[in-house]
């Protein structure tokens, strides 16, 4: 039989001999693992990285900036979130008063010969408001508030893949019988304007705001 002192001798010199070869039993032990990872890479077998999700807000969304590329886009919505504006946005072809009156039967208008989304010009904008009670057509309310907007706040236009946004610059109360709006042609600009309509004259809002930058909304 073996004695007691003679077995914790051998033990202690295993032990003696594995504390002196701990520096290549790791190093073989990285070798194993690295060489069974790359098998593994090789047929396929790792575990796809984890990408964090991405939260967006729908459509308005603070994405990357996207290039410019000078060329004209169509306005479909507008928002300004400050006062909840969100609305759809007609884009006539005639100036006939009839057709821009109906069109803004169903929310905002961009008038025909008013500049698009993307190239130098004014994009000038037409919608209702009203303050009465009860409103069936909630077009009638498009404008809403607009008078409200504070120089600096943003407002929103998209087309159909891109975010325009402008800085508001000024906000006033047009006089009745000044029937005349300024479409700047230099640089990138926006109004928006309150009416009963095409065909009469009346006291309205004008907001007038400056390009500030535009966002790809496939980026979101």
Do not use: W
Not at 115 to 131: E, P
Not at 176 to 205: M, Q, W, Y
């Amino acid at each position: 039989m073996v004695s007691t002192d003679s077995m914790a001798t051998r033990n202690r010199g295993a032990i003696a001999e594995i504390h002196d070869h701990r520096g290549s039993f790791a190093a073989a032990f990285v070798v194993i693992f690295l060489l069974s990872y790359l098998f593994l890479m090789s047929v396929g077998a790792t575990p796809d990285p984890i990408h964090p999700s991405v939260h967006s807000e729908p459509v308005v969304s603070g994405s990357a900036p996207a290039s410019v590329s000078n060329s004209p886009e169509v306005p479909v919505r507008i928002i300004a979130s400050e006062i909840g504006l969100d609305a759809t946005i007609a884009n006539p072809s005639s100036v006939d008063v009839d057709v821009l009156d109906e069109a803004l039967m169903n929310g905002a208008v961009r008038y025909p010969t008013s500049a698009m989304l993307g190239v130098d010009g004014t994009v000038l904008l037409f919608g209702h408001s009203s303050y009465l009670p009860v409103v069936h057509n909630q077009a009638y309310k498009t404008f809403d508030d607009i008078q409200k907007l504070k120089p600096g706040q943003t407002v929103s236009v998209y087309s159909g893949g891109t975010e325009y946004r402008y800085a508001v610059v000024q906000v006033k109360a047009a006089n009745a019988n000044d029937d005349s709006i300024e479409l700047n042609p230099v640089g990138k600009h926006l109004t928006l304007v309150t009416c009963n309509s095409f065909a009469t004259k009346s006291d309205r809002f004008v907001v007038t705001a400056d390009f500030v930058g535009a966002y790809s909304l496939a980026s979101n």
